[in-house]
């Protein structure tokens, strides 16, 4: 039985599980610069463009704990390579969609191989490297391939869709995803729960999957259903009934999806909840700025993307000192401190002009975003693996992306929701379209702004500042 920090192929596994989590973390934000041209290309409405963001972020989202249990029980590694098969042929189809359904059900499918793909890199990680300095390095670089993942798509987005087509941004995934796989058998090597059963809680995936779909689509629909009306109300309700169903149901079946005594580990709990906050105000916020640059200054999807590279290129700097602090003084202020600068980001965002310059209305803002990104995803990454032992790893990473993309789902859809509904109020009230525009997406910057500040609050109440050292080897194949 080999201990995990000497494994001498664990940097070259983690560098190999890192450009696969990178690519699932991108195509969350690659889309948002391409939906112009989508819309225009597959004759998408206004709200259901909105979709092929929220398909992905939903299947991702909904299936992650399933997609963790199954690492747990199957193999990390061989689940790893099932769900990058998947994502890539799913980015096939998305590339060759010819209507607008066959792209939706594609992303959603994208979406279900990201759910498997994810959790399976973090435990990889967490049962690779032991608990310590090396692992916080470790996921100092995880980190920062997921926090400037979703900052590069845009950039990335633009590139593509300006000199090779929308198509691009899903075509690109296959070749990536074929290395990924012809180089995953010699490089990561296999681990399982030690003593896991092999029952899947099905019921509890499925319940908790149409419970969040069903929540996202009324919050999305409610601007232009009306949130009183009875089919808006229907669907949170409904949305309501499937996820308490789905707590009750995994407190009473044998092998549950998500027991629920994993919540008795303080820290994990309250990454989990900051790790929900965090992932609304990043997915919210990249999504506000692609709308206001494009809708409003009329940058083209190229010139979009290169704003980003403003936060992208911080967080990859930033990302080394983030685990440097987290090691020596612990996950909670450094989450504490990246969250406010995320907030003091997003309130500056809240400013925006009708006639915005990038550099003095937006750079500010990019460059704060960036560094309190690095200082936040990290140590919240950090704090929600701490004192896992190789038994729970899937559960745990699958818990942690699971907050992150639902939260980032239902940060989009509460952002659409307010901008939409103050941008339409003041259009009918004779107000110019792009000023329309502006002050919808300040006001929802504010909202978001005020979801940070929750995270804030969230870390500095539930978070424990210590790492508990690590419990159990790992079983290794």
Not at 148 to 159: C, E, K, P, T
Not at 208 to 224: M, N
């Amino acid at each position: 039985m080999e201990n995990a920090g000497h494994d001498p192929r664990r940097w070259q596994a983690l560098a190999l599980v890192c450009v696969a989590f990178f690519m699932t973390v991108l195509d969350v934000s690659i889309v948002n610069v391409a939906l112009p041209s989508i819309g225009r290309s597959l004759h998408f409405s206004e709200t259901g463009l909105q979709w092929v963001i929220t398909a992905y972020a939903i299947t991702f989202g909904g299936f992650l704990l399933l997609g963790g249990r199954a690492g747990d029980i199957l193999g990390r590694k061989r689940m790893f390579m099932v769900g990058v098969a998947l994502f890539s042929v799913a980015s096939l189809v998305c590339g060759l969609a010819g209507s607008t359904g066959v792209l939706v059900s594609a992303r959603a499918v994208q979406g279900l191989g990201a759910a498997i793909v994810s959790p399976a890199t973090l435990s990889i990680i967490t049962t690779t490297f032991d608990e310590g300095a090396e692992r916080n390095k470790a996921l100092g670089i995880w980190g920062a391939m997921g926090g400037s993942g979703a900052a590069a798509g845009v950039l990335f987005g633009g590139i593509l869709t300006k000199y090779l087509g929308w198509e691009w941004i899903f075509f690109v995934n296959v070749p990536v995803g074929a290395l990924v796989l012809a180089l995953t058998p010699a490089v990561v090597r296999e681990s399982r729960a030690p003593d896991a059963g092999r029952t899947f809680d099905l019921v509890g995936a499925s319940s908790v999957t149409g419970g969040l779909a069903l929540l996202v689509y009324a919050i999305s629909k409610a601007p232009t259903d009306g949130w009183g009306n009875s089919k808006t109300i229907l669907l949170l309700v409904a949305a309501a009934v499937l996820i308490l169903f789905f707590v009750v149901w995994e407190t009473r079946v044998a092998s549950p999806l998500m027991p629920l005594s994993i919540f008795r580990i303080r820290t994990l709990a309250g990454a989990n909840v900051v790790g929900l906050l965090l992932g609304a105000s990043i997915f919210a916020d990249f999504f506000l700025l692609t709308l206001y640059v494009q809708n409003v200054l009329h940058y083209s999807p190229l010139k979009t993307g290169i704003t980003f590279l403003a936060t992208a290129g911080t967080t990859v700097l930033v990302a080394a000192l983030s685990q440097w602090l987290c090691t020596r003084i612990g996950p909670k202020p450094v989450m504490a401190a990246g969250l406010a600068l995320n907030t003091g980001s997003l309130i500056w965002y809240a400013q925006i002009p009708v006639h915005g310059s990038y550099t003095h209305d937006l750079l500010g803002g990019y460059l704060m975003f960036g560094f309190g990104l690095a200082l936040a995803f990290i140590p919240v990454s950090i704090a929600a693996l701490a004192g896992v032992g190789p038994r729970e790893a899937g559960l745990a990473s699958g818990l942690l992306n699971t907050s992150q993309q639902v939260g980032g789902a239902i940060g989009v859809a509460v952002a659409t929701s307010v901008a939409v509904s103050h941008a339409t109020h003041l259009l009918q009230g004779g107000a110019s379209q792009a000023a329309a525009f502006t002050s919808g997406y300040a006001l929802a910057f504010w909202v978001v702004a005020g979801i940070s500040a929750a995270g804030i609050v969230a870390a500095l109440a539930l978070v424990k500042n210590e790492i508990p050292a690590a419990a159990q080897p790992v079983i290794a194949a």
